[in-house]
């Protein structure tokens, strides 16, 4: 009888252990799933996006690429325009623009992210993209190197550049990097007193 009732709980032991095994690669495959969703699936979705103002690290809008809720931001490296662009801070608010005119202007010195649609979208509402920015490609001449890219890539980018701007805008002097210095001035759209005269005028605000 009780070499019976040893055999029974040996049995019950085997069974536990298989159940366990079992949940163990259920919970595996489940978790690798994910991963492979949430890692190798958004890292081909992700576009690449160079910022030259505000959004840099350090600048007022740098939290769009830091809160989590919005979706995926993650940076790549430093670098600038393989064109020169005009570069200008075009109003009391110390607001950066840059220019879609070939050249004029300086190599424009900026970060690069990999970002996917949904910060992408939020990036498109704060430059208010296609009407007073547009996001369009340019390419991006890395300074320093990161995973898979060499210091002298050349990386085909995002950018947002002034559209329909004022011709005065050309007779200003040109940067080659918004710094810190000039974003001491900047002010947010909710504390700017009056809309700014940056456009032509059948395009103002």
């Known amino acids: 009888m009780h070499l019976t009732f040893s055999i029974i ?26 991963y492979d969703y949430t890692e190798e699936k958004v890292m081909t979705e992700l576009i690449k996006v160079f910022v030259y103002g505000t959004l840099k690290k350090g600048f007022a809008n740098h939290y769009l690429m830091q809160d989590g809720r919005n979706g995926v931001a993650r940076f790549i490296t430093i670098g600038h325009t393989k064109d020169v662009f005009p570069l200008v801070v075009g109003t009391d608010a110390s607001i950066p623009f840059m220019l879609p005119v070939k050249n004029q202007g300086k190599q424009v010195h900026g970060e690069i992210y990999e970002v996917d649609k949904n910060v992408l979208s939020k990036l498109d509402d704060l430059e208010d993209h296609p009407t007073w920015y547009k996001r369009s490609k340019c390419d991006i001449v890395t300074t320093k190197g990161a995973t898979g890219i060499q210091e002298g890539d050349i990386v085909p980018c995002f950018a947002y550049f002034l559209t329909d701007f004022k011709a005065s805008f050309l007779s200003q002097d040109f940067l080659n990097e918004y710094t810190l210095e000039c974003h001491q001035a900047y002010l947010e759209s909710d504390k700017r007193s009056l809309p700014y005269d940056v456009k032509l005028q059948s395009q103002r605000k």
Do not use: H, P, W
């Not at 709980?9 to 163990?24: H, Q, S």
């Open 9 to 34: 709980e040996f049995l019950k032991t085997l069974i536990y252990v298989e159940i366990d095994r079992n949940i163990a690669e259920s919970t595996q495959t489940l978790y690798k799933g994910l």
